[in-house]
């Protein structure tokens, strides 16, 4: 079957504001008459929530082995079947989230590479957003709980793992944007992303 949707990918730090721009852009698309498919990782499915369940004594290699199984069977059961159906796939986390967060369990970037080189189709486009550190700071603060990976990392260096993430994907030939969301409400935000996005294929 030819996939002829679109798959994007939405990446940053916790708080940056991923899940409602998710929602912006779905809205901005569905208002054009687009077919949407919003979605994240970890997935729904049963390893996905497992992984959600279990995230604090699920840990370093083991917890990134589980987190690209769960990548694997979300693309061939969801976002595969979504883009064969002409959707536009938005999706909230995917191969930087496990360069960073990995990284941030111990792991070198290149083992956690290696777990998920093989994975397609890479996205059309991911895009990351970026905001003031101090304001993702306030932001998780007002989170009741905070996972393990939460904790362990800062704005800070999430932000400049998320760029490096960014770097060593644009060597891979992954096409990428990052969103500076200072001072744009998130309808903003999703207009700027809807500027980028690579137009659909033809129907076959
Ligand atoms: N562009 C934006 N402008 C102002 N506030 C925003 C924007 N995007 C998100 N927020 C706010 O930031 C908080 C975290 O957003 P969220 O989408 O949950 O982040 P993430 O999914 O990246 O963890 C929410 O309270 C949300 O309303
Ligand atoms: C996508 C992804 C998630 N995770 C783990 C760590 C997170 O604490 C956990 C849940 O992801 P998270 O994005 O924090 O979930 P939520 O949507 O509930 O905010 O999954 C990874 O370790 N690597 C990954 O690539």
Redesign the pocket.
């Known amino acids: 079957m030819t996939a002829t949707g679109r798959f994007l990918v939405l990446e940053g730090p ?1 708080g940056v504001g991923k ?1 409602t721009t998710a929602a912006a852009l779905a809205d901005l698309l569905r208002s054009r008459g687009d077919r949407v498919h919003v979605t ?3 997935s729904t499915a049963p390893l996905g929530r497992l ?2 369940a279990h ?1 604090a004594e699920l840990t370093g290699r083991a ?2 082995l589980a ?1 690209a199984a769960d ?1 694997s069977h979300h693309l061939d059961t969801e976002i595969v079947p979504a883009l064969a159906a002409s959707a536009t796939v938005i999706c ?4 930087p ?2 360069l ?3 990284q941030l ?1 111990g792991l070198d970037p290149r083992e956690v590479w290696s777990y998920n080189a093989a994975l397609r189709p890479i996205p059309d486009i991911t895009v990351y957003l970026i905001t003031a550190p101090a304001t993702i700071g306030a932001r998780l603060a007002q989170r009741p709980r905070r ?4 904790q362990a990392g800062s704005p800070d260096r999430e932000l400049a793992l998320y760029q490096q993430a960014r770097r060593f994907l644009d060597g891979q030939g992954w096409r990428q944007i990052t969103i500076d969301c200072r001072d744009l409400p998130a309808d903003q935000v999703a207009a700027r992303i809807l500027a980028h996005l690579p137009r659909k294929d033809p129907a076959p």
């Open positions: 916790n899940t994240g990782e970890p992984i959600r995230e917890l990134a987190v990548r909230d986390r995917f191969i989230s496990s960073v967060l990995q369990d996972s393990r990976l939460e």
